[in-house]
């Protein structure tokens, strides 16, 4: 890449997933709104069809109104075709397919254990890291070998052990991860502004002290210029607890089964004094089965849904339907605002500006009170080449329990997957709060997950 | 005190609580039995003439068959009486009286609720923690008035959360809390041994690596001489995981209820790969409700049993007779084997030797990976004047989760006990993992447990 | 103070120390050119008529060219009137007179040991600290009861001892302590960069990750945009490590006696490979005294200067004319440029942009090899009404024992000040690197100084 | 090995550098005293006929007067017949020969730097620690691959630099460090004891706190029954600290240029307030040059002296001479008590005793206020197959710099030595409080020294 000025153009982004229908589109949006960045992204994907597809859509994105700048798009067939000297590298994967997943969320039913996303803890969440880690294991490897300077951005769930593991590989590796979830939280504080009389307030100027992990994150600071958030949010959530508050939500998030009425967020204010900050579907899987997850109807109870597979599968087919009119023009590209921070983050990196947000890295002591190295969410500085965590302080004794039980538990999927030893795994499969069954309907209900995904476990002996 | 060579004498001893049937007991035969100390002990308690007719008791165990040394016991009034001057205090008393236990123990039972010792964790330790951690603090403040170079042995439950109140109000406090359930997994150990052909080692002579919490204490490492027992004992798991081990019981320890066919134990072995080392009634009070208390089938099914307060109250009945009946002389006072350490770390801390054994501290580094301060349990070596925690290590990531959540919800009751705040240490009991129930009804059941123990709860506004 | 959209006003600062010739006249310009705060500044002096006059020459502030806001400037009497209610507490004082700063940097001449500033650290730097800490103690007493939400920037040097004072005295003040010689490190860098034909780069846009303590901070990381300025500084050395570089210094500061030629910040980077971040005159004091500050002639050699109090006395006169001319409008007010963050940072922790630059605090972690609790100079974000540090990590093995043996010392100093007790500092000042005369010489020369400056240490027994 | 009731038999130790004159004879000396085990002894050396030699010695130990057990020596000559299903591995070398330690020695006197031993720290202990590193490395990776279960115990300097070599090529070795000099200390206290009337304290009995590393061990606690020594201590210097205490000096230590009288130590005492604990040839080499080892005078007038290597070449022929008269019988075979502790802790280990004694192991929390890994000296407990260090507790901040400074030097030294990299160390050797000299003549000392020993450093490029 070539720094000219306050611009940087040639930038090299290789993007690992990028036959992705929907949120490549997003970053498509995104980069091109940007005038002061520009270059080239490889996309790679397993599916080199769809990559040769959005390669098609993003290079249409420079030719739409409003585009600043100029990226071109390539399908690339490998990964070191899509690494090699890149400056950047997003992943955003789907380990395995929906039928994978379908396993993850919906076998453990018959147990009497419900899921409502599947995707970052209880049984799915552990077997969907079973056959990611491995997945990531390859990818922090090529990095290493084609591309060992480049940001690494991650998108992927599991996000925690995803993170884990490439440092755990590539312990050298310049890579964070990103989500969105602390975003909505601070939206419910303008929300809680707006209650107040403050209006249209938006969520960046809400300042926030973010603390421990991904999908489980919390604030134990929230404040608005001379405003302290905490006793508002605590008279919002006298009014709001029992009912649930409907409005206020995150414009740029799928509706429906994605919806929740902050009940559970709410509750948790109530039980441990601190504001959880992602969507109730998230919180809910880090919780006792029995609390917000133990049937359908106390699920409904807490005004949030679960999410089932069909349903994604059958968003997939949408996508793919949108996918193709995009290639044939039958509807147009246009720019859209995604509040995603990954560009700007990009853009910070390259020297362009220094910003402040919540991201997911290891712990080098911005969290003491939690053990080194494992990988945490909590503010970080973006400034030129370096993101540097911002000290979130010890955690409250009152949450702390929260966070170590679910880094106890990522910490030994981890291992096993990088030992390949589902037995490893098993200990936290069986202790997971959500696997409120003996250990041995767990025993068999895990080896029946095991079973189904098999295809993408090659690795494993069990 | 007096040093004289190898032998110390005049010692004085407050025992505070010393008006108990039983313990007080066993601590006057363990005294009387070692020859190189001799002194006076001073016993205080509210029920005067149980001290009186203690006095009684404790001064014919210098005329019985074997006694080896001379302890002249004197009843006093008050607890500056008992602890002026003193050399060491040993603090043993019952917070309340039986009446409150049942409250503790039962009152959750409408709920679902079961508890099979209730006086460390779950919804009975937490409100006995707030009738008792205000009497530590009165004993404490008298300790740092009246003999702030005391050494304090404390043997009084909740045990963990008196130890930081003793040194949170007075923190140059040479106390320490000591506890024979470990003692209980090293004959279980034993007996492993025993069924590898090698007899009848004594407990003693099981090297352990201890760790955790008191009552939810863990082994990392089991050595007998060159012998590694955690393949022994995975292979005794295997064989009695099912069935329960009937034998090798602790000889030391009342029968009936409290016995346990160390099921729970085992099984935490299998979930946890650590040995689990304390009774079965107490592990499992530590555990999801759901696991091992969720109903009293559920108790019965792992083999160990509920102490119903009832119990307790009867063997008082006992125990007052057999007390009438030392003092009548209608029953002979004899010395007995207590297998407690108590009275040899007495004499270590007077130089008189050294000993490693598992005891009760604040957190210095310890176990690094939990907070500083906490109270633990690990070895300690005990030598003249001095108790010196060894290095127990960083807690496996497996088990790490476990002593977490319990430390969080000991420092929460602690900080609302010393700031008599009700409010506060609701967060730790609706959270606790025997609270099965949702925020409302633990909200009603808390409510009934402090109205049913107010008498003891004065300082407290509710 | 009030909040009104993008503006705040009615903001009430106590400028303790507030009769300053000189620094205080930058504060004022700096404070009328920001236009979106305004308010009151109370002028607290010991030295009242010097209040009285910097309130005429601060209002005049508000009629020059250029200025944007509106500041009404008050002398007050007493401390209490100057912080009741304020929201911004400056203090910038001089402890005791230049008499005693003659004796705490000339006297220990006599003994051959030299110093080039004597306000931080070596036995001038550790007496100043005993006159100034009680002085601190009682300033923080007035903060806690007069305005302890007060945010509390400290200017006056010993700045950590200083800091550390403020936190033991008062756990909960706000208080940060800035300085401005780090931005002289940058502006270095800024022409390492021009010698590498990348002109006019301004100091803010050279990334740096700040370690260490006041005066003694160092760089582990220097950044421009995609270029990491290390090689290029290593370069630099190799080219005028031996002659010295005498251009690129900083604009904003006082010449002569205060320049040097960077040979000390060069030498200790061929030493030590990071790159030491402060005047050289300062550097030198905290190495061992053989090596920078042996005699004038190795000052010399070294391209600085001792600070003669003679010329400090002499600078003194020339303000107090300088004051006279400004009040008598012999000499016209105008705005200039200090570059000086305070403003800056006062403006962001009132939610009006946010920033990150280096700043004292205490250590909650962002160096996790050095103690907790002891202040350190580290980046941090300043936002809405939050000073949060940013991770500095682990200082380098090299620069680790330079670090600890300079708190080693501070933490004394601190401990005896608080408790009045020059024999405890005197086991700081023995071991001082730049006393490297015996025991027994210390043992007088310390006593001398004692001496000399008694009507400031009135406090303590000696 | 067997374990026999309380016996074991068969026992195998490695035993490298064991052609050794001296010290090996005491070693054959304390396993035959010890009448519980027995086994064989492999001598390996590069000097093969010193091996021969001593097993002819050692075969004999079995027939003296007063032998318990029987032990078989073999002198063997490759490292792996040693080290083959070795139980135990004594590393005892001297790394190079007497004429390099002369260059380590002496050739810094030209440059007006004294060293008085010149094997720990200072230009002599850095350039012997290149020298011997590199070997260990070759023993650790020998270890590793022969007996990676085998328990080592290494005896040889620099100690600390060794055991973190051991621990960083091999991290599971079961490595301990072992040396005398705190005895000494605990020999003085005795005598600081029969100067208040309380005779004959053996050593054992004097309970202490070690902390530290070896050679600048630090006593922060001394304790004898009910007796604190720390104010006996300040009498006993402020008696003997100008004059120097002639009297109790360790018996089983070389005399003449050997001995001191403790002014070091006592001076140190004065500038710290904690008791240093090494002989003071040793200490005096850790701290400022300026101070005990400015010249020759000041060694004398410190009461100590320093050791010429040409006293240890005459020694040796001393020994040589020894040996032969041993192996023809013209001097007899007999015990002599050492004084050491290592046969006790071999017993320790084989689960025969439990002991408490100082040693050098990584930190893995017993110096909390120290890095992790780095290698400490402080007490551990001996038992069943394990050596567990004791709590020493956070160094006072007295002495934090003093210890902090030397892990900084170590641990760049240990690297540059792994790296082979000796412009690395090069950054110790310069900044060593010895090395008093500026940065010139440090690189043209350094590089004489290299080029000295050079024989030695084959694997560096320099």
Redesign the interface.
């Known amino acids: 890449?070539k720094?000219l000025g306050n611009k940087v153009e040639d930038i090299k982004i290789a993007y690992v997933g990028g036959g992705s229908r929907g949120w490549a589109w997003g970053l498509m949006s995104d980069l091109v709104s940007a005038e002061d960045i520009s270059g080239e992204v490889r996309l790679y994907d397993i599916d080199y069809e769809a990559s040769l597809n959005n390669a098609i859509i993003g290079n249409k994105y420079n030719d739409v109104d409003g585009a600043k700048s100029k990226w071109i798009y390539k399908a690339v067939k490998t990964l070191s075709d899509a690494l090699t000297d890149a400056d950047f590298v997003v992943v955003s994967i789907l380990p395995g397919t929906f039928d994978e997943m379908e396993s993850d969320v919906h076998a453990p039913e018959k147990y009497g254990i419900y899921q409502s996303v599947g995707d970052s803890t209880g049984p799915g969440g552990i077997v969907r890291a079973l056959r990611t880690l491995p997945m990531i294991e390859l990818i922090a490897t090529a990095i290493k070998n084609y591309c060992p300077n480049a940001w690494v951005i991650n998108y992927t769930n599991p996000m925690t052990m995803i993170m884990r593991t490439f440092y755990k590989v590539f312990p050298k590796i310049k890579a964070f991860g990103c989500c969105h979830e602390v975003f909505g939280a601070q939206r419910l504080l303008s929300a809680v502004l707006d209650e107040n009389g403050i209006k249209d307030v938006p969520r960046e100027?809400i300042?926030v002290?973010v603390t421990g992990v991904n999908h489980f994150t919390w604030l134990t600071?929230a404040?608005?210029?001379?405003i302290?958030l905490f006793p508002l949010y605590e008279k919002f959530v006298e009014k709001y607890g029992d009912c649930g508050y409907e409005r206020g939500r995150d414009e740029n998030w799928v509706k429906t089964v994605n919806t929740n009425n902050h009940r559970v967020k709410m509750?948790l204010f109530?039980?441990?004094?601190y504001i959880a900050a992602a969507g109730d579907r998230h919180l809910a899987e880090f919780c006792?089965g029995?609390?917000y997850l133990k049937n359908p109807e106390t699920v409904d109870y807490w005004g949030f849904a679960l999410t089932p597979v069909s349903h994604r599968k059958n968003d997939l087919k949408n996508r793919l339907e949108k996918s193709r009119k995009l290639i044939s023009g039958e509807q147009p590209i246009a720019l859209r605002k995604t509040g995603e921070d990954g560009v700007n983050q990009i853009r910070a990196l390259?020297?362009l500006h220094?910003m402040?947000t919540n991201v997911n890295l290891p712990n080098?002591?911005?969290i003491?009170?939690l053990?080194l190295d494992v990988v945490v969410e909590t503010?970080a500085?973006f400034?030129?080449?370096?993101v540097?965590?911002?000290?979130a302080?010890e955690l409250p004794?009152?949450i702390?329990?929260l966070i170590?039980?679910?880094?106890?538990?990522q910490?030994?999927v981890v291992?096993s997957a990088l030992k390949r030893d589902v037995e490893l795994a098993f200990?936290a499969f069986?202790?997971n709060?959500l696997v409120?069954i003996?250990?041995d309907d767990a025993k068999k209900l895990y080896k029946e997950m095991l079973e189904n995904t098999k295809r993408y476990l090659q690795e494993y002996n069990f």
Do not use: C
């Not at 109530?270 to 004094?273: P, T």
């Not at 400034?383 to 370096?386: F, K, V």
């Not at 540097?388 to 000290?391: A, F, G, L, Q, R």
């Not at 170590?404 to 538990?409: D, F, K, L, V, Y």
């Open positions: 890449m720094h100027e300042k002290n600071k404040q608005y210029k001379n302290d509750d109530r039980r441990f004094k006792e029995t609390w390259l020297g220094t402040v080098v002591g911005q003491p009170n053990p503010n500085v400034s030129d080449d370096a540097t965590p911002v000290m302080g004794i009152e702390y329990p170590t039980r679910i880094i106890g538990e910490e030994i291992e200990k069986v202790n709060p409120t003996g250990i």
